[in-house]
């Protein structure tokens, strides 16, 4: 039965008490926010994105889901709200020189900080780890934090120099009401460009319909003896097709009658220099011989 050989149980052993609420690390919490990927779970790696809510994804993921929405993912609602490639904007991250990757305590001799973070703010030095509030610009896509956006306030990338609003300022994993902020912001911007499409699909139709209407005129009669001299490379060969209504549709007009009724060679005429007239068939050098001609010669072609 237990309890023998002069053990003594404690209270706890004998009686069950409520189970106790489990708690979150924070600092791994930070961890999994700031240094893997939302979608895929994986260590974040260049080419790093983010979305229009601030979440961090690796690019290659994201792509992977585009392509193939059907297959089963353990986040697939962090992405459900990106729609194409559009939606995503690489980020320009500054690099931390203080990081020296996953294998700097391989045999684990070493102490291991944990708060340490694989990119920096240019301006200020802080650290993206989490302790400290980031954003991005959805122009440039450079990285600054909060402090370095508040203490130096300008309309111009600190990086990049590219010009940015304040619309543009996305901030990176922030609170749950920030989210919500974004996505109302996300929503508006969404449904502008949309009224912007149809009011240019509507200015471009009305654009259409006058020119459509102007094309249903009648065009002018073309001489059928000058277009068949255009082949046969005759003097019409220069004439163009028919111009304004006018003065010179009317001398270009006469001009196709006359040739048309003529119907003389090119290479008869004296005002035309050789180099001209050896463009067309017509002429001696496009002529051959009975020296250049070849025989007829069979080919069978089986091979045994």
């Not at 990081?99 to 684990?108: I, P, S």
């Not at 001299?229 to 010179?248: H, I, K, Y």
Request: one cysteine or more.
């Amino acid at each position: 039965m237990g309890c023998d050989g002069g053990t003594i149980p404690k209270r706890h052993e004998l009686v069950k008490g409520p189970k106790k609420v489990e708690k979150v690390d924070k600092n791994a919490e930070l961890a999994a926010r700031w240094k893997y990927c939302a979608l895929s779970q994986e260590r974040l790696k260049r080419p790093i994105v983010s979305c229009d809510l601030g979440r961090l994804y690796n690019k290659d993921a994201v792509i992977e889901y585009l392509l193939d929405k059907t297959a089963e993912r353990p986040n697939a609602e962090a992405v459900t709200h990106i729609r194409g490639i559009k939606d995503i904007k690489e980020l320009n991250l500054t690099d931390n020189p203080e990081w020296e990757g996953e294998r700097r305590n391989t045999k684990g001799d070493r102490y291991e900080d944990i708060n340490c973070g694989m990119f920096i703010c240019p301006v200020v030095g802080l650290e993206m780890n989490g302790k400290h509030r980031f954003c991005y610009l959805q122009t440039c896509g450079c990285v600054f934090s909060d402090r370095a956006m508040k203490e130096v306030k300008t309309e111009i990338c600190h990086k990049c120099g590219d010009p940015f609003k304040d619309e543009d300022v996305v901030g990176l994993n922030g609170t749950k009401e920030e989210v919500e902020k974004l996505k109302e912001k996300m929503e508006e911007r969404r449904s502008k460009a949309k009224t912007k499409k149809s009011k240019k699909s509507k200015a471009a139709e009305s654009v259409t319909t006058p020119s459509e209407s102007k094309g249903d005129t009648p065009s002018p009669p073309v001489d059928v003896a000058a277009g068949s001299s255009l082949q046969n490379g005759d003097e019409s060969s220069q004439s163009a097709v028919d111009g304004p209504s006018g003065s010179s549709s009317a001398s270009k007009g006469s001009k196709l009658s006359s040739s048309s009724s003529s119907k003389r060679s090119i290479q008869k005429s004296e005002e035309k220099s050789e180099v001209f007239k050896s463009l067309f068939t017509t002429h001696s050098s496009a002529k051959r011989t009975k020296d250049q001609t070849s025989n007829w010669v069979t080919h069978t072609p089986y091979h045994f």
